[in-house]
Structures are given as structure tokens and as C-alpha cells.
């Protein structure tokens, strides 16, 4: 195995961050090939914490090239702001490249963010108003300003100022203040000073390192439920999390993707509006919530909380390519009776095992469980599957069992160290 891509398979925040910058120590290569700075990817180890955004998880190692390819939307202020909060704390010898074809997000796409969910009211996406639904708007109008032209000055210029030209009628007709040109290039052109010597054919440099045997992974941001096709519609985000789509965001040959990682947590969480069957209210949605942690790292919103759901679980992997599966935040289950996981579900009294295409049916279709006896023991020094309580075992394996994809590792906590690979990636 050479490369692999690591997908969220639930609603994102599964732990992708922890999974990757595990993976990345032996990688040569970490690639963010969609989404932008509505991730946020924490990661832990050596007793720090850092929340990353828009920056691939490699940034860690000077010796791994971390590509941020043509997929991604790039908000270059707040990305030149994350980096320097890196270097800050000591990340200063890394290696980094933007592609020339990634498209930039600017203010007016996060205002336009914010209006839009004020429009939509009661049917509001729940979004992070990093403006990112707007950006790739933009760049499907093809009004959008790509990073190859926009660290240039002469070409940053003149597109500045006839998309502006557009973006200013549209902010009008929506009743939104306006941007000045003169004062927009004049910060944002500081911006594409310094990140011009990260710009340059990610495409090209992807395919000479997989040629030579690099090991590459490719970082998915979200998650394949929020997936703009095939996501829970039209509560997802504006981009494609799965494995298909790393070819096209990275501009690689399809054949090159063989192995996807779909990671997910214990339970489920999802952050934001929209349809969520086995949704938990009350005490133990507290308990996990607390002991998961589970507020939103960008948006710091709490998230909602349910039983683990396989019929989600299998939709991403048949949607996604996913052939293992990385459970995550494992030990937040200890101390819970009895545990359910949904199997199916009932839509108007029709067993189904797949995720409805409409939200009209989705919001109705009711879980169906089975249950598994809990356990109580603290698993957090857990170092191999055998040390785990049996009920835990059974737990892992009647995932397995339901998802038809082998858990090729399991997480019991934070830490870099709390990692058990069952299976072993990029040998
Ligand atoms: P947007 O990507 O900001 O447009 O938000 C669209 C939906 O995707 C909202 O429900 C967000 O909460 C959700 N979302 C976007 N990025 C993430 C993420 O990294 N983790 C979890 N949810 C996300």
C-alpha cells in the first residue's frame, strides 16, 4: 500500500486529525484535497494541542510534503493566520505547497455565508459561515479567483476588480454592504506576497511522488453524510468527502487509489441542521458529549450525540470505497449498561437499509437496534485488542459484522500513543 485515503464516514469529526497525524509519521506525503477552513482537525501529542483548519496534518514533520490541492477553497488570511499560530508554537521547519488551481475564498463569500442561513430561516444548512458553500458557488460560476492568478499581481488586479465588479451587484440586490476594491487588493495583495512560494502544480509533484514510491496520504475533510451528492441533501457541505473523489481534487489517476480508511466514531455525532436517526436527548447524550468532548472545534457549537448507526456506516462504505474502518474515541463508551447500535431502519413500515434521498423521508424513518451488554472498565491504557473487556471485543466485532469491513484500528484516548493498529498501514 502507497497511498490512502482517509474519508470521515459519518457527519465529519470523527477524528480524522488523530488518524492522520497518527499515519502521517510514516507517511512522505499528506494531501488536503477538498473543503477548506470549516475542518478543524485537532490533534495531540507530547502534551500539545493544536486545532488545524486548513493545513494538512503533516505539517508536524519537516521531512513530509503537505499538499493543499486543487480541491480545497483557501481563505488566504485566515490560512496565513493558522500557519503563523504554528510557528508561534515552534512549527517552523516544514514543507508546503498550494496548488495553482485551488480556488480563494474572500470576505464577501463568508458574508454571503451568514446571509444566505438568515434567508433560509427555519431551513437554515446550520453551516460554519467560513463562506465555503459561496466560494464553490463561485468557482462553478466561474467567477471564482484561483491561486495562480491570485499570487500574481498583475493577473490578482484586474480579476479582483471585475469579480468584484459582479459580487458588489449581488451583495446589493441582497441589501449587503459592499467591498471597496482599493481596499480589499490592497490587504489581499500582502497575502499573495507570502504565499506565492508555496503556489505550484500540485497535480504534477503528486504524480512524481507516487511514481517513485513516496507514500502519500490523502487527508479527507467532513464527511461522506456530508458529501454534496451523496451527503444527507441539502444539509452537507459544498464539497465531496469520499474516496472517489481524491482523484479529481488532486488531479492523480484514479488508479492510484486502492485503499480507504473510513473512520468513525463509537457513536455518532453531527454538527449543524438536518435529519439524524438515532439522535440521543437527555443523560446519556450528556455523558457522551462530555466525555467525548463533542463541541465543535471551529465553530464551538455543541454536537448532537446518538447510537452508532451501520446503516449510515454502510452507505459511506459502498458510496466511499471504504475498505477499513479506524474506530475512534472508543473509550467514551465505558460506563453505559447497554449499548445499541442501529441495524436498519423502518420507513412507514418497510424495513430499509440504505439512507432515503429526500429529507422528507429520512427525517421519518425510525432506528432499529440491537443491544450489547456494556462495560464499566476505564480502557484508556489499552495497548492491543486482546487487553480489551469482552463486551468491548463483541462491540468491535458486531461493527465488523454489520459494516462488512474489517476495524483495522481503534482509538482509547488523544494521545498519538492511545492508537491500536490492528492492522498495519504503509509498511
Ligand atoms: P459548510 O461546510 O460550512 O458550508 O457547512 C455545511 C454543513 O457541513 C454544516 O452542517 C456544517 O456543520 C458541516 N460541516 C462542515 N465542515 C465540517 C467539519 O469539518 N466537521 C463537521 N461538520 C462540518
Keep these: 500500500m502507497k497511498t490512502l485515503v482517509v474519508v470521515g464516514s459519518q457527519w465529519g469529526d470523527e477524528g480524522k486529525g488523530k488518524?492522520?497525524?497518527?499515519?502521517?509519521?510514516?507517511?512522505?506525503?499528506?494531501?488536503?484535497?477538498q473543503g477548506g477552513n470549516n475542518a478543524g482537525h485537532t490533534i495531540l501529542f507530547?502534551?500539545?494541542?493544536?486545532?488545524?483548519?486548513?493545513?494538512?496534518?503533516?505539517?508536524?514533520?519537516?521531512?513530509?510534503?503537505?499538499?493543499?490541492?486543487?480541491?480545497?477553497?483557501?481563505?488566504?488570511k485566515q490560512m496565513l493566520e493558522e500557519l503563523h499560530g504554528l510557528e508561534?508554537?515552534?512549527?517552523?521547519?516544514?514543507?508546503?505547497?498550494?496548488?495553482?488551481r485551488a480556488h480563494i475564498v474572500l470576505p464577501y463569500h463568508e458574508a454571503?455565508?451568514?446571509?444566505?442561513?438568515?434567508?433560509?430561516?427555519?431551513?437554515?444548512?446550520?453551516?460554519?459561515?467560513?463562506?465555503?458553500?459561496?466560494?464553490?458557488?463561485?468557482?462553478?460560476?466561474?467567477?471564482?479567483?484561483?491561486?495562480?492568478?491570485?499570487?500574481?499581481?498583475?493577473?490578482?488586479?484586474?480579476?479582483?476588480?471585475?469579480?468584484?465588479n459582479i459580487k458588489n451587484r449581488e451583495l446589493q440586490m441582497l441589501g449587503l454592504p459592499q467591498y471597496d476594491f482599493h481596499e480589499l487588493y490592497t490587504e489581499y495583495s500582502v497575502y499573495a506576497k507570502e504565499l506565492k512560494k508555496f503556489v505550484c502544480d500540485t497535480s504534477l509533484l503528486l504524480e512524481e511522488e507516487i511514481e517513485k514510491g513516496s507514500k502519500v496520504l490523502f487527508e479527507g475533510a467532513q464527511g461522506v453524510m456530508l458529501c454534496l451528492d451523496h451527503g444527507t441533501y441539502p444539509y452537507v457541505t459544498s464539497s465531496s468527502p469520499t474516496g472517489a473523489s481524491?482523484?479529481?481534487?488532486?488531479?492523480?489517476?484514479?488508479?492510484?487509489?486502492?485503499?480507504?480508511?473510513?473512520?468513525?466514531?463509537?457513536?455518532?455525532?453531527?454538527?449543524?441542521?438536518?435529519?439524524?436517526?438515532?439522535?440521543?436527548?437527555?443523560d446519556l447524550a450528556n455523558y457522551i458529549r462530555e466525555r467525548g468532548h463533542e463541541y465543535g472545534t471551529v465553530t464551538q457549537r455543541p454536537r448532537r450525540v446518538g447510537y452508532l448507526d451501520c446503516v449510515a456506516l454502510n452507505y459511506a462504505r459502498?458510496?466511499?470505497?471504504?475498505?477499513?474502518?479506524?474506530?475512534?474515541?472508543?473509550?467514551?463508551?465505558?460506563?453505559?449498561?447497554?449499548?445499541?447500535?442501529?441495524y436498519?431502519?423502518?420507513?412507514?413500515?418497510?424495513?430499509?437499509?440504505?439512507?432515503?434521498?429526500?429529507?422528507?423521508?429520512?427525517?421519518?424513518?425510525?432506528?432499529?437496534?440491537?443491544?450489547?451488554?456494556?462495560w464499566d472498565e476505564d480502557i484508556t491504557s489499552v495497548t492491543s485488542f486482546e487487553d480489551l473487556p469482552e463486551n468491548a471485543k463483541a462491540y468491535i466485532r458486531k461493527i465488523e459484522e454489520l459494516t462488512k469491513s474489517k476495524v483495522s484500528l481503534f482509538s482509547v484516548g488523544p494521545d498519538r500513543t492511545q492508537t491500536i493498529e490492528l492492522e498495519e498501514f504503509f509498511k
Design 19 to 33: 488518524v492522520t497525524d497518527y499515519l502521517a509519521q510514516k507517511a512522505d506525503v499528506v494531501v488536503r484535497s
Design 46 to 76: 507530547g502534551g500539545n494541542k493544536f486545532a488545524l483548519r486548513s493545513i494538512p496534518s503533516g505539517i508536524f514533520n519537516p521531512n513530509i510534503k503537505n499538499v493543499m490541492a486543487n480541491g480545497m477553497v483557501i481563505h488566504p
Design 88 to 100: 508561534a508554537r515552534g512549527i517552523r521547519e516544514y514543507q508546503l505547497f498550494i496548488s495553482n
Design 112 to 164: 454571503l455565508d451568514g446571509a444566505f442561513e438568515t434567508f433560509k430561516g427555519d431551513h437554515k444548512i446550520g453551516t460554519t459561515k467560513r463562506g465555503i458553500g459561496p466560494a464553490y458557488a463561485d468557482k462553478a460560476n466561474r467567477i471564482g479567483i484561483r491561486m495562480g492568478d491570485f499570487v500574481e499581481e498583475h493577473t490578482l488586479k484586474e480579476l479582483l476588480k471585475e469579480t468584484l
Design 246 to 282: 481524491v482523484p479529481l481534487n488532486a488531479g492523480i489517476a484514479p488508479r492510484y487509489i486502492t485503499d480507504v480508511l473510513g473512520v468513525c466514531k463509537a457513536y455518532t455525532t453531527r454538527v449543524g441542521e438536518g435529519p439524524f436517526p438515532t439522535e440521543l436527548n437527555g
Design 318 to 342: 459502498r458510496v466511499s470505497g471504504i475498505n477499513h474502518l479506524a474506530l475512534m474515541l472508543f473509550d467514551v463508551l465505558s460506563g453505559i449498561k447497554t449499548l445499541k447500535i442501529c
Design 344 to 374: 436498519a431502519y423502518d420507513l412507514d413500515g418497510e424495513i430499509i437499509y440504505t439512507i432515503p434521498s429526500t429529507t422528507y423521508d429520512y427525517s421519518r424513518v425510525k432506528p432499529l437496534y440491537i443491544e450489547l451488554p456494556g
